[in-house]
């Protein structure tokens, strides 16, 4: 699974289990953010929409489930 770690100066940082590279922040959709499921097309790393999802909802899940 891709997941874009963070943005900066041009450069999107993702990471890949427990490897990360860097590309260039205009290889990313226009709707590609932080956090975010990417999956590669032709050079462009597209979100993967319902993975971002489903990553945001176990993360919120896991949040509420330290203060319960």
Same mark, same amino acid.
């Given at each position: 699974m891709l997941i @874009? #770690? /963070?943005i !900066? #100066?041009?450069i999107a940082v993702i990471e890949d289990g427990d &490897?990360?590279?860097d590309v260039p922040a205009a290889a990313l959709?226009? #709707?590609v953010g932080e956090g975010d499921v @990417? @999956? !590669?097309e032709n050079g462009v790393? &597209? *979100? #993967?929409q319902s993975a971002s999802? *489903? /990553?945001r909802s176990d993360i919120i899940k896991l949040q509420n489930d330290l203060w319960e």
């Open positions: @874009v #770690d /963070r !900066s #100066d041009g &490897i990360c590279f959709a226009e #709707d @990417v @999956v !590669s790393y &597209i *979100k #993967d999802a *489903k /990553r």
